[in-house]
């Protein structure tokens, strides 16, 4: 498969607990996103990537939130002291950023986080 | 602050109707819209538009553009009941390309055999 992928793709985790989520992107994609999406909402911005360096976190990235992706390839998301309002599912995106075109970001099937 | 709206927030049709789904979008500095389709799993790419008046096509599904009044509309026809999914409207409002989406809400479309 070809496509984006994320790794858990369901984790249920404890108030307090830290979790770390995984994304591998397109293999040619040097742009990575990541987003959140809660019920009913569509995706929000959270962090995202050119190759290795972090372009923009969102305000919506608290301290406790921290991205990394280390050698330009897969990323890493890592939520610390998860709070119930953590809840939520988390799509990696990426794409293929080339000057003067367009190109459009392909989703992952997402990892869906709940915290009891 | 940019933002995406979409309307209806959920439509119920039968099958072989033809559905019109609405986006409007206020941004700075606006680059493409794109259409979604999200099932029980990750959003997946419908269309990406950067032109206003050019109709992009693809089997029963078209949208178009129109950058003067800020909106874009994704048409179905002749709905099946695999059409069922949320439909999602997002700009790019970065103007320098490959930048994070903004999304709307979506349109959860509902078609019942």
């Known amino acids: 498969d070809t496509g984006v992928s994320q790794d858990p793709r369901h984790k249920i985790t404890k108030r307090g607990q830290n979790v770390t989520f995984r994304c591998d992107p397109i293999s040619e994609h040097n742009r990575l996103y990541w987003y959140r999406q809660t019920l009913g909402q569509g995706p929000e911005f959270l962090t995202y990537f050119q190759n290795e360096a972090q372009l923009e976190k969102s305000r919506l990235l608290s301290d406790r939130f921290s991205a990394e992706r280390p050698k330009g390839s897969f990323s890493t998301l890592e939520i610390q002291r998860t709070e119930q309002g953590d809840s939520a599912m988390y799509l990696c995106?990426?794409?293929?950023?080339?000057?003067?075109?367009?190109?459009?970001?392909?989703f992952g099937p997402g990892t869906r986080l709940t915290v009891l | 602050e940019d933002k995406v709206v979409q309307s209806p927030l959920s439509l119920v049709v039968h099958e072989g109707d033809t559905v019109t789904l609405n986006c409007s979008y206020e941004?700075?500095?606006?680059?493409?819209l794109l259409w979604y389709k999200q099932e029980k799993k990750a959003p997946t790419f419908l269309f990406m538009l950067?032109?206003?008046?050019i109709e992009k096509k693809s089997g029963r599904l078209s949208s178009i553009l129109d950058k003067k009044e800020l909106f874009s509309i994704l048409n179905i026809t002749a709905t099946q009941t695999g059409d069922s999914a949320v439909y999602l409207c997002?700009?790019?409002?970065?103007?320098?390309?490959?930048?994070?989406?903004?999304f709307g809400k979506g349109t959860r479309l509902s078609v019942i055999a």
């Open positions: 950067t032109s206003s008046g």
């Open positions: 941004v700075t500095n606006f680059r493409s």
């Open positions: 995106a990426s794409s293929l950023a080339r000057a003067s075109s367009y190109n459009e970001q392909f």
């Open positions: 997002a700009v790019e409002a970065r103007g320098s390309g490959n930048t994070p989406l903004v």
